[in-house]
């Protein structure tokens, strides 16, 4: 019951969690792996708990968002590809930036609720103005599609929460 205190539930140990998100992570930001493998690799990640890398995954979606933001040069973000190896233990890693790491907040947003207000409060402002920038390239494109996926995703969530409490 130690484990649902603490918001996991029971069926997994907090070591065992640990490890789970560390294969997966690793996975996630395998560069030579297929990207459907790394997506669902993100969304597995997505349903453990998301405290360990929410804040550091918030900011590196912040980050990739900048060029579009702010109209600066160069690419956008980390996509898919060409993210380096993980480690669990120092904040999101860099593959969690850009398309898949939007894509690993949508999937956080769809299933956690708490998640879905801090990702509504932290980033909801640079999704909407992201989604409505001009695109300047595929890039660009690309991670403009997962803002405005993320914001279907936390208007839905927001939807839930208040006919729940209705």
């Known amino acids: 019951a130690a484990g649902e205190e603490a918001g996991r539930g029971v069926w997994l140990a907090e070591e ?13 930001c395998e560069a030579s792996e297929l990207q459907q493998v790394r997506k669902l690799s993100a969304s597995l990640l997505a349903r453990l708990p998301p405290a360990p890398l929410l804040d550091d995954a918030v900011d590196s979606v912040r980050t990739a968002l900048a060029p579009l933001l702010h109209g ?14 993980a ?4 904040g999101a890693p860099s593959c969690l930036a850009g398309p898949l790491g939007l894509f690993y907040l949508c999937c956080v947003v769809s299933l956690h609720r708490a998640a879905a207000a801090s990702v509504t409060c932290e980033l ?15 890039a660009a494109a690309q991670l403009q599609a997962g803002c405005r ?16 409490g209705a």
């Open 16 to 28: 065992e969690e640990t490890e789970l998100r560390a294969l997966l992570l690793a996975r996630a």
């Open 72 to 85: 600066g040069g160069g690419g956008v973000g980390v996509g898919l590809a060409g993210a380096g190896p």
């Open 87 to 90: 480690e669990a233990t120092a």
């Open 124 to 138: 909801g402002a640079s999704l909407v103005s992201a989604a409505c920038a001009e695109p300047r390239d595929a």
């Open 149 to 164: 996926d993320c914001i279907a995703r936390l208007v839905c969530a927001g939807v839930r929460e208040e006919t729940a």
